[in-house]
T-cell receptor, first 115, second 113 residues
Framework: DAGVIQSPRHEVTEMGQEVTLRCKPI?????LFWYRQTMMRGLELLIYFNNNVPIDDSGMPEDRFSAKMPNASFSTLKIQPSEPRDSAVYFC?????????????FGPGTRLTVL | DQQVKQNSPSLSVQEGRISILNCDYTNSMFDYFLWYKKYPAEGPTFLIS?????DKNEDGRFTVFLNKSAKHLSLHIVPSQPGDSAVYFC????????????FGKGTTLSVSS
């Protein structure tokens, strides 16, 4: 089992550039989550999908952030334009079911640095 | 406003001793709680969970205690081992379809040999 796959693992970009983070959930999982980890705020939920449909995007910081899940095996998180304060580790996670009481399986994360 | 709080950013213990990591929550609708462990450069991995109908769940060296009246849970690791050194996240959710986990900020545990 490959687990949750994220790419790239590291991204360094300049302020103002567009950044796209990618996630492939575990096959058969129905829910997908995007998190951001920073020292100050810990692990924050940005958005999650159930059966490819966005359910709660209240954690998305601002309009510069957008996420899509065009099919059950792929999701993207886009930041346009990027800013230095977006520097963080971004995690994707998936669960088998749509309920809240479910173990989430995390990917290895993408470390984003915006200069 | 944080719904899940881990007030101790770090904890240091000696190998063989007990490690106690604490977590408080504010939302009385939470009825399922989990602990995740995270090593550097890796994603968090599930460690242990507890439902609100229980007050204790044990898995080997790891035990989670839940005090619903105090809205408090704790993770006990005994005996602690150097390989337990990691960041530990407490998480909570309500057992309803379409809800997500809410995580605390994490506690960094360092176990010295």
């Amino acid at each position: 089992d490959a687990g949750v796959i994220q790419s790239p693992r590291h991204e360094v970009t300049e302020m103002g550039q567009e950044v796209t983070l990618r996630c492939k959930p575990i096959s058969g999982h129905n829910s997908l989550f995007w998190y951001r980890q920073t020292m100050m705020r810990g692990l924050e939920l940005l958005i999650y999908f159930n059966n490819n449909v966005p359910i709660d995007d209240s954690g998305m910081p601002e309009d510069r952030f957008s996420a899509k899940m065009p099919n059950a095996s792929f999701s993207t998180l886009k930041i346009q334009p990027s800013e230095p304060r977006d520097s963080a580790v971004y995690f994707c996670a998936s669960t088998p079911n749509s309920g809240g009481a479910d173990t989430q399986y995390f990917g290895p994360g993408t470390r984003l640095t915006v200069l | 406003d944080q719904q899940v709080k881990q007030n101790s950013p770090s904890l240091s213990v000696q190998e063989g001793r007990i490690s106690i990591l604490n977590c408080d929550y504010t939302n009385s609708m939470f009825d399922y709680f989990l602990w995740y462990k995270k090593y550097p450069a890796e994603g968090p991995t599930f460690l242990i969970s507890i439902s609100s109908i229980k007050d204790k769940n044990e898995d080997g060296r790891f035990t989670v205690f839940l005090n619903k009246s105090a809205k408090h849970l704790s993770l006990h690791i005994v005996p602690s081992q150097p390989g337990d050194s990691a960041v530990y996240f407490c998480a909570a959710s309500s057992n309803q379809a379409g809800t997500a986990l809410i995580f605390g900020k994490g506690t960094t545990l360092s176990v010295s040999s």
